[in-house]
């Protein structure tokens, strides 16, 4: 079955910027953190929890979730014609 994985930048909602530096914690995955962690746009300077970050890119994350839905169902469909 083909690849599923995707990757999403998550963008700041005040200058569309995908760069953010963490200011409560040293991470390497903003996935990982908890969502109160703060991070700030190394652009406008804005800062953001993480919780409010996901909220305002909630959009796309879903639109990306309803894509790999879509080439899954399409990737399975294949298989099982494959097995008939």
């Given at each position: 079955?083909?690849?599923?994985?995707?990757t999403l930048k998550l963008l700041c909602?005040?200058?569309?910027?995908?760069?953010?530096?963490?200011?409560?914690?040293?991470?390497?995955?903003?996935?990982?953190?908890?969502?109160?962690?703060?991070?700030?746009?190394?652009?406008?300077?804005?800062?953001?929890?993480?919780?409010?970050?996901?909220?305002?890119?909630?959009?796309?994350?879903?639109?990306?979730?309803?894509?790999?839905?879509?080439?899954?169902?399409?990737?399975?469909?294949?298989?099982?014609?494959?097995?008939?």
């Amino acid at each position: 079955m083909k690849n599923l994985d995707r990757t999403l930048k998550l963008l700041c909602p005040i200058c569309g910027n995908d760069q953010f530096g963490s200011l409560d914690v040293d991470m390497d995955e903003l996935y990982d953190a908890p969502d109160n962690v703060r991070v700030q746009c190394a652009d406008c300077k804005n800062i953001f929890t993480k919780e409010a970050l996901f909220e305002e890119n909630s959009e796309a994350i879903e639109a990306t979730i309803d894509n790999i839905k879509d080439e899954f169902i399409a990737e399975l469909k294949k298989s099982l014609k494959k097995w008939k």
